[in-house]
């Protein structure tokens, strides 16, 4: 198993321009979230999916779509960056369908915007 | 708002000091759990405590969860380098599916040899 990956690693992007950072899991896990990072303050669930074809919004929201198609791959998608979306995301799966259970992240995505 | 507060924010301590890190909120989570982070890499799960009161031992860690369920603590023993990194925790406030992380901003761990 290859667990949680996440790509690309590293992107620069400009100010106005889109992208899609990937996430996929191997494990067939149904609940998945996307969360950024930044210094002092922690991490911030962006949105989350307890399934495919389901998705919700989570405390930072605002700037970026996501949707779940499959079991395996929750991308997550910034429509226009700006400055302010510079950070580290961190996507995530958890093993079942309880907050007690483990939940795995992936390796993150260093985005800067300029 | 910040639901989880931890302290302290950043500690440096020696090889084989004892050290606790703390993790406090006026909220009730449902079950609270500890995670490590390394430089460059995700998290990655330590512990899940559910039931106030409740003491888990890892080793040389061991992790309370407050009787009320608004507060943890993580005890490290003789610490040593490996033990460097972010301690994160975070908190969950409902048992069932549709549930929602909050994490703390969490403790900056070194261990100098």
């Known amino acids: 198993n290859a667990g949680v990956t996440q790509t690309p690693k590293f992107q620069v992007l400009k100010t106005g321009q889109s992208m899609t950072l990937q996430c996929a899991q191997d494990m067939n896990h149904e609940y998945m979230s996307w969360y950024r990072q930044d210094p002092g303050m922690g991490l911030r669930l962006i949105h989350y999916s307890v399934g495919a074809g389901i998705t919700d919004q989570g405390e930072v929201p605002n700037g970026y779509n996501v949707s779940r198609s499959t079991t395996e791959d929750f991308p997550l998608r910034l429509l226009s960056a700006a400055p302010s979306q510079t950070s580290v995301y961190f996507c995530?799966?958890?093993?079942?369908?309880?907050?007690?259970?483990?939940?795995?992240f992936g390796p993150g995505t260093r985005l800067t915007v300029l | 708002t910040q639901l989880l507060e931890q302290s302290p924010q950043f500690l440096s301590i020696q090889e084989g000091e004892n050290l606790t890190v703390y993790c406090n909120s006026s909220s009730v989570f449902s079950s609270l759990q500890w995670y490590r982070q390394e430089p460059g890499e995700g998290p990655v799960l330590l512990v899940t405590?559910?039931?106030?009161?409740e003491v888990k031992k890892l080793k040389r860690l061991t992790f309370q969860f407050g009787d009320a369920r608004k507060d943890s603590s993580l005890h490290i023993t003789a610490a040593q380098p490996g033990d460097t990194g972010l301690y994160l925790c975070?908190?969950?406030?409902?048992?069932?599916?549709?549930?929602?992380?909050?994490f703390g901003k969490g403790t900056l761990l070194t261990v100098n040899p």
């Open positions: 405590v559910v039931t106030g009161g």
């Open positions: 975070a908190g969950a406030r409902s048992g069932g599916s549709n549930y929602k992380l909050t």
């Open positions: 995530a799966s958890n093993s079942g369908k309880k907050p007690t259970d483990t939940q795995y």
